[in-house]
Structure formats: C-alpha cells, structure tokens
C-alpha cells in the first residue's frame, strides 16, 4: 500500500498541530518550514483539512490553524480514506481501463481487496492521539527543526 503526498502531508499536519498546546494556532508558513512542503501546496491540504472538519482555520493578522478535534477523536483509517483519491492496486480495480483478459479467473483482485482491507482496518484501529504517545519527543524534533536555517538542512 502506498499513500500519496497529499495523504502523507495531511498526516503530518495532523501531528504537528496535535503536539502544539490546546487552542494554540499555528502558521501553514511555520509547518512549511518545519517539513520542507511548498506553503502553495500545504495551503491545498489545510484546505481541504479544514473542510473535513479535522482543523479550523482562523483568517487575519493575528489568525492561524489548530485541530477543530482532539486528537483522540481524529480516525486515522477514516482521515487516509478522505484523503485518498482512489485504492487502486492494480488494473483490475480500475473499471475505466481495460478487463484483463485473465480476470475471470485470476484471484489476485481478491487478495489485493483482502489485503487492502486489513491494510485499512489496522489504521482504524488508531487515532492521532495514538501517534502522538511521544509528543515531548516530537516537540522537541520540531523546535530543533525551526532553529536549523533551511538552507543547512539541504546542504
């Protein structure tokens, strides 16, 4: 299985702003810097976070981001789900393209549905809060991030 940037980075947001103290807002700039992901990019994903209900978005000078939730009630199967255009593993799933000429006989759509599946029952058996079990931990990763200036980090 294999999730997409926009899928990744919507989880990054997610823990980033699940480690900032309660109501705390923070800047998509700020989380930018911190994770190297274009600010025009991650603008799209705290987008579309916040039209999940996942963060709220606060507009103005003083404005910024926080998690709409706590973090326990953030589902990470369900999150992976919004997040994902589609689960496609293989030609088979895809309806749009052409049949194989084995798929009346071949299992393998059938294993590949079964592991996709499990695959997804393991994430929603996990909430942020799950992720976020070494929070002090992450803080810490993170402020030393944000002291590092960027162009040391790609050297």
């Not at 976070?49 to 589902?75: S, V």
Request: charged residues 25%; positive net charge.
């Amino acid at each position: 299985m294999r999730l997409t940037s926009f899928t990744e980075y919507s989880l990054r947001v997610l823990l980033y702003l699940g480690t900032r103290p309660k109501g705390q807002l923070s800047s998509i700039k700020e989380i930018s810097s911190i994770y190297h992901i274009s600010t025009n990019h991650l603008s799209k994903i705290v987008y579309e976070l916040g039209k999940l209900g996942l963060i709220q978005t606060i507009r103005g000078r003083n404005g910024g981001i926080r998690l709409a939730k706590d973090p326990e009630e953030i589902n990470i199967g369900w999150v992976v789900r919004q997040t994902e255009e589609d689960f496609h593993q293989a030609a088979c799933f895809d309806e749009s393209k052409q049949g194989c000429i084995i798929s009346s006989a071949c299992r393998l759509k059938s294993v590949l549905s079964e592991a996709l599946n499990a695959y997804l029952n393991v994430l929603d058996s996990y909430s942020l809060q799950d992720l976020l079990v070494n929070q002090k931990t992450l803080q810490r990763l993170f402020e030393q991030t944000a002291q590092i200036p960027r162009r040391e980090l790609t050297e």
